[in-house]
């Protein structure tokens, strides 16, 4: 690569809101002003894309129905809905987990397989209920492990693994979600924040 | 037309390869520098992106880099591709071998924590009988540290500490947060000594051998760089024992070329040279290369209070905030019953607790992490490991990543000396918060898996033995006067210290060696 290539690459992101600064707010004419040009075309705005969540549902079809019930309960007791602020159902996190978990090592999909089986089984046991038709203080009884201190090796039970899984990706999920943004924008589609995001190169 | 016959190959543009370059260039001599990634402008290689536009939503791919623990769905395309270039290691032993490959290197990204090794490293059997000292002391590296520090711009407070040697610094004039204050009373109380955090401030948004050694090299006319140059081995002129290049294959064709060189230096990143070097059979005759494998031990948030000042609004806006850094203070002037050498930490005031760290769900939980918005302390410990021969990597034949190289086999795990060490650590930290009158939320002494650090080092180590070390004094090869590696693998001891400093300094010196001897034609 020849140096003033490789200068130039490195020095015009960072050298144009100087020059920007630099040019002077109005330009002084030296010589009579041209006659006017003839109109160009308008440039086209800027286009405006979407997201899938945006105009679209998911499908899931990694959990079985019963699973996928269990989860939403879960999902629905670790981040509830309140005034103005989408919840995790709202969220789409069922769904959204669906998929991550769908989409992850076979040991991480048998860990939740198994840790909502075992959510599910410990209801039926306790409350000859389904998870998903527990009430609050049923529910509180099974999420137990949530009340534990953290510790920094993960439980041994799966219930309990998956249980401290989902508290820290439902919330990711939750937060992350175009509802839950969309609703701190007022109800507008979010523009603007966020991070910065480190393009492939190719 | 017939290729250049360079007086340098330099396979690595990162920190120790770009201040070969830089170094070299500037004395006159021409130097054909190859990386395996391609190249690219900082600035347009990122976009600002809200995190519901992700398509994990900020979780990421989980399958995509099982061992880039510390990746994000932001950045996950900064980290090479685990697929593409595999490596193996026992289940039971997990590495954590996290790469770059940028022409840049790893210096795009690293923390930027900058410090200096004493010679409680460079000396550190003659302290406490452990392993080997390296053939240099501070006094050798001082000079070279002098000038790497200027030219990234690093900021620090001059405190004469022995075991944190002071350097050429932009003074740090920034005040403690009245937290703050209190923690170091405390820790004084129990000679613990807390300074600034020491960090490159670069320039720009950099602090890289992209911007701030690369770019002089070419100055020179005296530098070529090829990116996309993925090299297989070096080559060797059977008949004289030296090497004559290297053998590389273009990134996105899988053409392989040649590079012919008077010298080769190796700054490809500590386990890539040794790979490198390893895939080509040679400077082994000591057997110790690949072996002496180290880092520093990470344990991260290893202790998570909170300043109930703040929680219940007692404390002044600002009261907590800002971080500090403690150098080792273990095993300097006493000696302690259960472990060698020492530890540091950073730590950090004024962050929100994350919500893991309460037993609670649902609005409890929200009503609590609201109640705490600013109120953690939390600190991360950064431990010495000792280098044993045991902790090694090694080819593996049977797998070959997408060029068809052989890839590296990594066996690597902590000792007792390192848990033990984790244990006092964490064991202090705690006490400190405790005495600040500060709560405990959590706290935890396992160490991340081995590489996590990303201050992986050893595995050339240089030495005064030729039968106990692969390099001299000069980062030269004993086996091969025209063969130097430059990056940390040359290390004999890694201390606390982050090392991206040392690893400068080292590949200045070495490259200031070479060309003299190359203008002596001692080579």
Known sequence: MRRRRFIQALAAAQAAPALLAQRPPTQQPAQPAPPPAAPEAPESAPLDFSIPDEGADPVSKFFSARQFATLKRLCDLLIPAAPGSPGALEARVPEFMDFLIGDAPVQRQQLWLSGLDGLEYQSQIRFRKAFADTDAGQADTLLAPLHQPWSFEPPNDPVARVLAAAKQDVRTATYNSFERNMAASGGKRPRGGGGLYWLAVE | ?523
């Open chain 2, 1 to 523: 037309m017939a290729a250049t016959n360079y007086d340098v190959l330099i396979i690595g543009s990162g920190a120790s390869g770009g201040m070969a370059a830089y170094t070299l260039t500037k004395k006159g001599i021409r130097c054909l520098m190859l990386d395996a990634g391609p190249a690219i402008d900082f600035q347009k290689n990122h976009v600002t992106k809200p995190a519901w536009e992700l398509p994990y939503r900020g979780l990421g791919n989980p399958s995509r880099l099982p061992h880039v623990i510390q990746a994000t769905e932001y950045d996950a395309n900064q980290w090479v591709d685990e697929k593409q270039v595999p490596y193996t290691h026992d289940p039971s032993s997990p590495f954590n071998w996290v790469r770059v490959r940028y022409v840049g290197g790893k210096s795009l990204f690293w923390s930027r924590m900058s410090f200096r090794l004493s010679d409680y490293e460079f000396k550190a059997k003659d302290h406490d009988g452990f392993g080997d000292n390296w053939p240099i002391s501070l006094t050798d590296l001082a000079p070279y540290y002098d000038q790497v520090e200027p030219i990234f711009r690093v900021r620090g407070r001059k405190e004469g500490l022995k075991q944190l040697p002071d350097g050429n610094f932009i003074e740090d004039t920034t005040s403690w947060s009245p937290a703050v204050q209190k923690f170091i009373g405390e820790a004084s109380k129990r000679n613990i000594p807390i300074t600034k955090v020491r960090s490159s401030l670069g320039r720009g948004q950099l602090a890289s051998s992209l911007n701030l050694l690369l770019p002089d090299a070419l100055a020179t006319g005296n530098l070529t760089i090829i990116p996309d140059a993925v090299v297989r081995d070096i080559t060797v002129d059977k008949n004289t024992g030296r090497v004559t290049g290297a053998n590389f294959l273009d990134r996105h064709s899988g053409r392989e070329m040649h590079a012919k060189a008077k010298v080769v230096v190796l700054g490809a990143s500590c386990l890539e040279s040794t790979r490198i070097l390893l895939n080509s059979g040679i400077a082994n005759s000591s057997g110790v290369l690949g072996h002496y494998l180290h880092d520093q031990f990470y344990v991260t948030q290893c202790v998570q209070a909170v300043i109930p000042e703040v929680r219940d609004k007692t404390a002044p806006a600002g009261y907590a905030s800002g971080g500090g850094y403690i150098p080792r203070f273990r095993n300097l002037q006493t000696k302690e019953k259960d472990f060698l050498r020492g530890y540091a930490f950073d730590f950090t005031a004024g962050s929100t607790p994350d919500a893991k760290f309460f037993p609670l769900y649902g609005k409890p939980l929200d009503d609590a992490l609201e109640a705490h918005r600013g109120t953690g302390f939390s600190g991360t410990c950064m431990g010495s490991v000792l280098p044993t021969f045991e902790n090694h990597v090694r080819i593996n034949k049977d797998l070959a990543d997408a060029w068809g190289i052989p890839v590296l086999h990594i066996q690597a795990r902590y000792g007792s000396n390192e848990f033990n060490m984790a244990k006092d650590a964490i064991n202090t930290m705690a006490e400190l918060c405790r005495a600040c009158g500060w709560e405990v939320l959590a706290r935890h002494d396992q160490p991340l898996p081995p590489g996590y650090s990303i201050h992986e080092v050893g595995t050339c180590r240089m030495g005064d033995n030729p039968k106990t070390s692969v390099l001299n004094k000069w980062n030269q090869s004993w086996d091969i006067k025209n063969l130097f590696v430059v990056d940390g693998s040359s290390f004999v001891t890694a201390g606390s210290q982050n090392p991206t400093m040392t690893i400068l300094s080292l590949s200045m010196r070495a490259s200031e060696y070479l060309a003299e001897q190359m203008r002596k034609n001692e080579l």
